[in-house]
Each structure stands twice: as C-alpha cells, then as structure tokens.
C-alpha cells in the first residue's frame, strides 16, 4: 500500500453575523479625518465645520460611482448623532450641518460618529478629529490631509459594509 499522509477536512468559520452587528444596520461605515483648530484667544475657527450629508454624497459619487439625487436625497437626508466627541461637543448649526468645540485648550484627537440616512441607504460616518492650535491651509507643496501625521487613514475612507 502507498503511503499517504493524514488527510484533514478544511475547517471554514463563517462570522457574517459580525459585520451586521459591527455595522449596527447600517449599510456601510466610512471614516473622516477632520482638521480641528483650538486657538485659546478666539472662538474655533470655519475649519471646525463638519458637513456629514454632503460628506457621504461625495465619497458615495467618488469612490463608489452611485449617483445621489440632489434635490430629493439631499433636501430628505436627515442626520443624527450616535456618538458624541469625547473631549468636545458637537454644535447643531443650520439644517443637518454641525461645528465641533474642542473643549478650552485641547489639542490631540477625538472622535464622534454619525448616522447619515441618504437616497434609501444608512451610512455611520466616523469622525476623527485632529485638535490643533491652528490649521495650516492647504498648497502645492503642502496639504495638511495628505500628512499622514495628521491623517493616517487620508481623508476619507471605508470602514466597512454591508453586503
């Protein structure tokens, strides 16, 4: 008789429940690194901005080609805070728009996530806020969201999703 070595079945673990727990029913989660300024002598600067909905429309055209009617999905968008940021808060401003206040005389990071609900899908956005004594503004040399000191990730990106 030939010798044959053992033969073992291949064992496959399947954790799909994962992602829809990870995900919480949202379709997908993405990150964004957002610039932040904390200057100590005047109110936080425009930088402190955040704009979820138009955020999520724009990495939803970019990256995943799907088209967003803007007159209905945007108007109907609605937006709501899942988690607040750690070491500051997050300031309603307008319709669904927000200003991050780091809390007085921080620097570093913080975080808050988002739930956008845009054109039938639900998208977590996950901010990750880079606190700064001040924001240097972007150039040909220099882009303060392509350091990967301040943005390790860039600037925006997939967590994950839902298939």
Sequence with gaps: MPTIPPQYTPVVIATSAQVEKENGGADRIIGICHLAENPADRPPSIVNFIEPISQVWAYLQKYEGRTIDIKVD?????????????????????????RYVPL??????????????IG????????????????????????????????????????????
Excluded: I
Excluded at 104 to 117: I, K, P, Q
């Design 74 to 98: 945007l108007e109907t968008a609605k937006v709501s805070v899942l988690q607040a940021p750690e070491h500051g808060t997050l300031k309603g401003e307008g319709n669904k728009d927000y």
């Design 104 to 117: 007085s005389d921080y620097t570093g990071t913080d975080r808050a996530t988002l739930l956008v609900e």
């Design 120 to 163: 039938g899908l639900k998208v977590k956005v996950v901010y990750f806020f880079r606190v700064l004594n001040h924001v240097v503004p972007g150039s040909e040399e220099y882009d303060p969201y392509e350091d990967k000191e301040n943005c390790p990730n860039g600037y925006q990106w997939r967590m994950s999703s839902r298939s």
